[in-house]
């Protein structure tokens, strides 16, 4: 497969760029988070993001989306990464419905999801760094389950209208998905307390405690004890959109930085006549480029379920959270004390990195990952 765009999906990301630019830059950002906006992003911004289509791109097209795949998804959020646009896309139009696609629960999401009425929640994490451990435990209690235990990390938990979680349903080792059972819960019926903490990068997730929480069994996703595929499915598209976001701010911080040296100067000429500033931008530029190439060749392995799709997605959220850790470091380096100043957005780049870099693994856990694949 070649690694470029088509004509088609060419088309989709110039209108994705000159969108978002428009609506969310990164001064909506800054808006929000000066304001101490109790949900963390627009819903009217969130809406329109629906109108544009944006939201179907990944449900099917019998169920009102574009029937698109991982390559389109992510050409959107690469941009939303180039804005650091605050948006509930990734968990909600990639990884939920990627989670719910041939389940019972797709009738009643999708079309919401696609009208931009619904935000998604992922309770995954259960520890400071992501880990494969799922230890809330769901038992089974009269018609339905008993879920005991805590999620962290859990972005829009406040306020969202379904949250996807993984419950051990049955012994079985901590770290592999026999055992597991993902749960649709929906905010009408029933929902769990969530305790909201603002981020490094201004986003806003939860510590959500499952305290005897009951759910009936017709929140089960898939079948019980055979959770470990859905969420396989869910982490591998979660993965693939991260990366795509991560490479989007990597390329934000890049233009910032490159725009500075072109205005910045000293000894009267720009700073970026200076050749050893020069090197360190084609440096950061190369890094860029071969992750762009590893997060293309992860979406089109995913979209086409290949066999080799995982460790690809692996190298790819490896690749951009390194390129784009290279990409703030250096954004803040060249522009010297002022890089560590609020009134400019590079440090916006730099928190959002750090918050992304940690979602679903960072890059010594996806290494780690290919590793064990490789039988290390």
């Known amino acids: 497969m070649p690694l470029y765009l088509t004509e088609e999906q060419t088309m989709l990301a110039d209108t994705a760029r000159d969108f978002v630019a428009e609506h969310a830059p990164v001064s909506h950002l800054r808006a929000l988070r000066d304001a101490n906006d109790a949900t963390g992003f627009s819903r009217d911004l969130w809406r329109q993001f629906a109108d544009m289509g ?4 990944l449900v099917p097209e019998a169920q009102g989306g574009l029937g698109l795949g991982h ?16 948006s509930p896309f990734l968990a909600t139009a990639v990884a939920a419905v990627e989670a719910l696609k041939g389940t019972a629960h797709a009738d009643r999401w999708f079309p919401r999801i696609v009208a931009g009425e619904a935000v998604a929640a992922l309770a995954i994490d259960e520890t400071p760094k992501f880990t494969n451990a799922i230890s809330l435990r769901a038992e089974r209690a009269g018609n339905g389950f008993r879920l005991s235990g805590t999620k962290r990390f859990v972005q829009h938990a406040h ?5 996807i979680v993984a419950a051990r349903t049955s012994e079985a080792s901590a770290n592999n998905g026999e055992g597991l059972t993902l749960f649709a819960i929906d905010r009408e019926s ?5 305790d909201p903490r603002r981020l490094a990068d201004a986003s806003i997730a939860s510590c959500v405690n499952f305290d005897n929480f009951e759910v009936d069994a017709d929140a089960v996703i898939g079948e019980v004890d055979g959770g470990g595929a859905v969420l396989g499915r869910l982490l591998a598209a979660g993965r693939t959109a991260a990366s795509a976001e991560l490479l989007g701010v990597g390329g934000g911080a890049m233009d910032m930085t490159v725009a500075y040296l072109k205005q910045r100067k000293q000894f009267g000429v720009p700073i970026g006549s200076f050749q050893a500033l020069q090197h360190r931008a084609a440096h950061l ?4 480029e071969v992750a762009r190439a590893a997060v293309l060749k992860a979406q089109q392995l995913l979209d086409a379920s290949d066999e080799h799709a995982d460790g690809a997605v692996a190298v790819a959220k490896a690749m951009t959270g390194l390129a784009t850790g290279l990409a703030v470091q250096e954004g803040i ?8 100043t609020d009134e400019y957005d590079i440090g916006f780049y730099m928190k959002r990195h ?23």
Do not use: W
């Open 159 to 163: 306020v969202a209208d379904l949250m």
């Open 71 to 86: 390559v389109e998804a992510g050409v959107v959020m690469e941009e939303i990464g180039r804005n650091l646009s605050p």
């Open 54 to 57: 944006f939201t179907g791109i």
């Open 354 to 376: 750090r918050v992304l870099a940690e979602t679903f693994g960072d890059a010594g856990f996806q290494a780690d990952a290919l590793a064990r694949a490789a039988g290390y």
């Open 190 to 194: 029933a929902f769990p307390d969530t």
């Open 333 to 340: 380096q060249m522009h010297g004390g002022i890089g560590m």
């Open 285 to 288: 530029y190369a890094e860029l």
